[in-house]
Structures are given as structure tokens and as C-alpha cells.
């Protein structure tokens, strides 16, 4: 067995079992986790030492003496319909209130608003009162029947991941309050915190920072006595929102910041709405704030003779590592959850030069993520395999430089499966890694992009991302996660004022209407469709279309590349203008391998024919559910879906081969066997076969100069082969 980059949980009491596990995995690092201590003496163990430490809730006696310097956001009441002229609103109803409390200082007033709903205006000062000690606004002479709402700056006084834990697994102990890096005094204090932490932790190898600045939002609600997520966004920059942060904007910017500006009529400028100026303008001043406060971290744990990591997950937001500004905080190392593939390049992907983890699952806690039973009467075994499998054709891509868990290692030993498994798990993870990061792969002969609001600071995110109740779904990103095409994520900034098409021989635009995936408005503007056309019709450019893409209703169509993707969709409007006929093409480059998953069935989606030359390859009676259509030297093709499976892996690669015009190059360092994955390091002379099935898979293998040979692989294998001795020299 080879050995390292493997990082293991510990915990107290659990000195006699260290040795033995870390051997079985190969581990060269251990790490406590949220809840755990590291034992006495963990440094004679030979291993290096990884200390979780998260700033922002350390210091609990410092937060209960300086509640004015906690973390605040915007909330907004629930709606109330006035039925007489005045109108009373409790502005907490709806929200927890053990976790947000309204700031009533006189000089956060200016933060409160009241908005008519009915007619979006907002309601004079004049009109209306606010009692703090019942948090009730009043309003005076309302209009009978409007719809009224308040919009208000709240502390948030229960950190968000302590109340996850007491809610999820029945933590008990005092209520952690967040504290707000940006005060000045806090500022301080927590640099002095972060010196003495250092001094007393001397066997700390790497601070893992658990916490930067601001946590993701979650807003939570007591429901009959059911507490329970309201409002989440894991990119919402809503847990920053200050008054001190919006009084230094205003200074920078020249222009103050409004609740409104953030709530947004109550969507609370979701990471799926279609970014405003402002929104961006304060998205970068968090940004180059959360940037100088961690680089100040960093720069004492370096003074000290340690390094830092950041855990990308819970308190990330500012610290974006696809941001501009993140290379500057000077970081060793990151860290992310990862049950996906697209996790997994999220993390790997990221352009900056740092050690690279993946804490995989299952996390070490009676209750998975699924709310079922997990150590030790679960199958944990089965849930690491499940989450390993779309992890695993992501590394070989593009592998990660180390993984590890994370929970209380006592739960984890009650199944030996468990720990036998990990050590089977981690020996295949180095044999990736080794020749993965030594070798050059072989690559599609183009690249990809994908097209939204957000663009490079959103790589490897979707609309999937807040859509917890599915995490296991995926998509595009998913099923691209794991292919042998390298990708690039453009905004439509980046189309309209540079030269991103140049770049790429296939764009991918998805996503539902109107938001930021698919780009709503942005499609008004003349030029976006122009330069796409011009792309596809003289570069020869490739136009996928997903869901409902560039799609905003104006101009006498919903889909503003309608003649690139050869359809359309019909909201209604032009339900008397009668439709082209067509017919299912039978035989297509698209369909060789099987089309219409069941994903796809049943949706009645409106969409249309356009033009008598597209090839309709999938339908549900008069619904077009797959499309493809030439367009001068290029080709557009939709899809009214595409979620992670074997078969729409293959659909995928189809298409983009298709769409770029190279369908004669598709079987290169190819398995026909949808089960059976291939990538190939020409340069090693090795390639690699992933068996995604729990099933034996024979499957025919294309080499790169179209030779075949069959091979047998036994089920969930990874198996790595000489090029030589299956194709010859």
C-alpha cells in the first residue's frame, strides 16, 4: 500500500485506534471537526497536525459583551393586505426568533422601509410608525386591499451551523453568536484571539479556518413548533449587510445602498436572479473587504511558522475562489465538501496555486444527509460508494491533490466495512492522483463554454446548487464533470465586450427563463444574438440550448435564437397561429446510443418547430423534447432537459461532438459501453476504464487511431491498462 494524502478525523479517547486506522488508510494528516478535540500528544504521532478553528464564533464571551457588532442582514415582514386604512405588521412573524432579533438603534432606522406591493412604491416615512418592543409597524391611511410589507436590518443572533447542529443532531449548550469581522473593534480583537489561539496550539501544523467572514444564507422559521429552513442561498452576500459595511459603500461608491436593493421584492437577490449593478458593485466590495481581513489571518498564522486553509463551504462568501481578489488573501491550501463530480472540480479547478482537498461522505454522524440512519446502523459503505462513483470519473479529469472526512471517528469504527472500505477507496484516489497530475490526457479537439449571468466566479455552479432536497441530481455540469472536454464558464459580459467565442467551438446556455442562468433580459440586447449568430454561421460554432434558453418573450418569439436552435416555445400568445408539422427523424449521429430518458417523457413544454429543416429526434405528442438544426457552417441543437445518468452522459458527449462539427474524431479513446468510461495519458502509454455499475461490464475500446480491442471489467472497478499491450506500439 502506498501512503498519504489522506487526511483522517480524530477525536478524544480514541488514542489505541489512531495508529491502527491511519496505517489501514494511508493517512499522513488528522484533523478535529465541529464538536471534536484533538487528543493530547496527537503530534507524536508522526502525522501532520490540522487544527479547525473558525474566529467569527471562537471568542463567545467577547460576542455576548458587543452584540451591537454581530452579524446583521436585511430581512423582509410577511405580507399583509390592508382591510382598513390602518395597517399594523409584526415584522418577526414568520421569521425564528432565536436566530435574528431587529436592530432598534435610532441610527439603523434609516434601514426600514415599507413597500405598497401592489403598486411597487414605496411608502412616505410620514406614513407610518415603528414600536420596537413590539416589533410592529404601523401604517396610517393605507389603500384597502393593497398588499404592504416591511423591509428591515436584523442582528443574526444564533449562528447559522450551531443552530443547524442543535436543530439536526441534537446539539445541546449555549447558542453561538457570529460575530462581524469588518467592526473595527472585533477586527482587533480576533487578530489578538488568532495570536494567543497560536501560542496555546503549538502542536498546529495548518489552521483550517472552518470560517472566513459571513456564512450563506439561511434563514430559518418556527412552523407550529417545527423549526425549518425559509430561505436559503449558498452564494447570497445577504449575511454582510451591516450598517457600518453599507455606510463605508456609500463612501467608495458614491450611491447608498437601499434594502430593496438586496430583498428585492422578497427573492432576496437569489443567486438565480439576474445580478442588478448595484448587487455587483456590492458584491465586489465584500469581496476586496473579506479579502483584507483574511489576508491579515494570514499573514499572523505565517509569521508563526504555520499554514492556512479554508474550508469552502459555510462561510465562503467574500472569499469566492473564483473571485479576483482571492489569490490575494495568500492561502495554502482549500477544502470542500464533495458528493459530486461537479464538487470535485469546483475545488480542483480552482486557478490558484494551493494544496487542493475533498472531504467526502458520508460526514461521521448518526444521520445522513438524507435524514436516515448512518453510523452505525446505515449503510455507509454503500452511500461512499454511491457518492465516490461520480467523484471518481471527476478525478481522473482533473484530480484533486488530497481527500479526507470529517465527523467523530467513535461512529465511524462501530463499522469495520467502513474503515476496511476507505482504505480501498484511498489506494485507488492515489493511483488517479499520481498519474492524473504527472501526465497529460487526452482531450477533446475543442472546448466548451458555458454561457450565463455569472461566469468565471461561478464555475461549476448551477441552478442545481441551493436544490438540497436532490442532491444527488446533477445535470450538465455534472454529466460534463467526468468527459474528456475542457470547459470555460463565460458571462455574457465576457461574449459582448471581448473575444470569449473565439475561445470555444461549443457555448451551452441553459436554464429556466428570466433568471440568471439562462440571462432574461440580456437578451434584449440586439448585439448578444448578432454576435452568437454571426459565431455559429461563419465560425462554424456550435449553439447548445438547454431548458429554456435565451429566452425572454419580445420581438414576436420566446427563444431569440430560435432560428439558430430551430424551434420555439409557445406561452400562449400565439396559440392561433398554426404550427409546422413534423416528423420524428428515426436514424441521427444524436440518437445512436438511445434518446428520451425518462426525465424527458411526459413534459409538456409548448415548443415548436421553426423551420421545416430541423430534425426533431424526441417528442411527447406535439412537444419537442430534442431538436437539432443547421445553421450556415454551424449547428444549434435543444434539449428541454439533461440530468446526470449513464445514458445522458452519452447523449451529452453525442451532442457536443455533433455541434462542433467533429463527429468523425467522437471514437477516440472511447468505450461503446455506456457503463464504461475511457480517458487515455498518451504520454504514460496508460489508460484508465471506470466500470460505473455495480455490475460486470464488457465493453469495445477505441484507441486514437481507431483501433478496438474488447475488455471485460468487474464491477464499480477502476482498472488502469497499457496502451502498448492492447493496441501494439
Known sequence: MSKGYITLPVEQGMDDLLKEIAGKWGADAVRNSDGTE???????????????????????????????????????????????????????????????????????????????RTTGEKVPEEKWSYEPETTTVTIHDADKYHVYTVNFLAYQIWDTTSMYN????????????????????????????????????????????????????????????????RYRDWLGYHDCTSALALENFEKEYGYALTPEDIIREGCFSDVNSIPTKKYKDWMDFIQRTVAGIAKEWVDIVHAKGRETMMFYCDHHIGSEPYGKYFPEIGLDAIVNPCMSGVELRRVADVPADMVKEVRLYPYFFPVNLEGKPNFPDGDPVGDCQKYWKNIRRAMVQNPADRIGFGGYLSLAVTRPDFIDYVGVLAEEFRTIRDTARTYAKYRAPFKVGILNCWGKIRSWIDDDINDWTKPYRGGVLECLSGM?????????????????????????????????????????????????????????????????????????????????????????????????PFTVQEEHFLTEDGVCADELKHVKNGVYITSLNTDVLCTDDDNVLMAANSYGNGRGLYLTSLKYSEENVRLLHRALFWAAGKEDEMKKWYSENIHVECTCFPEAKKFILLNNSQEEQTTLVYDGQGRTAEITIAPFMSKWYDVDGYFGA
Open 38 to 116: 484533538l487528543p493530547a500528544g496527537i503530534g507524536e504521532l508522526g502525522l501532520k497536525v490540522y487544527s479547525t478553528l473558525s474566529l467569527t464564533r471562537a471568542d463567545q464571551d467577547w460576542a455576548r459583551e458587543h452584540e451591537d457588532q454581530l452579524t446583521q442582514k436585511f430581512l423582509q415582514s410577511d405580507p399583509v393586505t390592508a382591510m382598513d386604512k390602518t395597517v399594523e405588521i409584526n415584522i418577526m412573524k414568520g421569521w425564528f426568533d432565536q436566530q435574528f432579533r431587529p436592530d432598534h438603534r435610532e441610527q439603523s432606522r434609516k434601514w426600514y422601509e415599507v413597500y405598497d
Open 166 to 229: 442543535y436543530i439536526t443532531n441534537n446539539w445541546t449548550g449555549e447558542h453561538i453568536r457570529p460575530m462581524d469581522p469588518n467592526q473595527p473593534e472585533t477586527r482587533e480583537h480576533l487578530k489578538e484571539y488568532l495570536n494567543e489561539w497560536l501560542d496555546k496550539n503549538p502542536q498546529t501544523d495548518v489552521v483550517r479556518f472552518t470560517s472566513l467572514a459571513y456564512h450563506f444564507t439561511n434563514n430559518f422559521q418556527d412552523v407550529n413548533g417545527e423549526i425549518r429552513s
Open 484 to 580: 474528456n472536454v475542457d470547459v470555460e464558464f463565460l458571462s455574457f459580459e465576457d461574449v459582448l465586450e471581448g473575444d470569449a467565442l473565439d475561445r470555444v467551438q461549443v457555448l451551452i446556455n441553459m436554464g429556466d427563463a428570466y433568471t440568471a442562468w439562462s440571462g432574461g433580459e440580456y437578451w434584449k440586447n440586439e448585439q448578444l444574438a448578432v454576435k452568437v449568430r454571426q459565431w455559429v454561421n461563419e465560425k462554424g460554432g456550435g449553439f447548445i440550448g438547454i431548458g429554456d434558453p435565451a429566452a425572454i418573450q419580445t420581438n414576436g418569439h420566446f427563444f431569440q435564437l430560435f432560428d439558430v436552435l430551430g424551434v420555439d416555445k409557445e406561452l400562449g400568445f400565439s396559440k392561433s397561429a398554426a404550427k409546422l
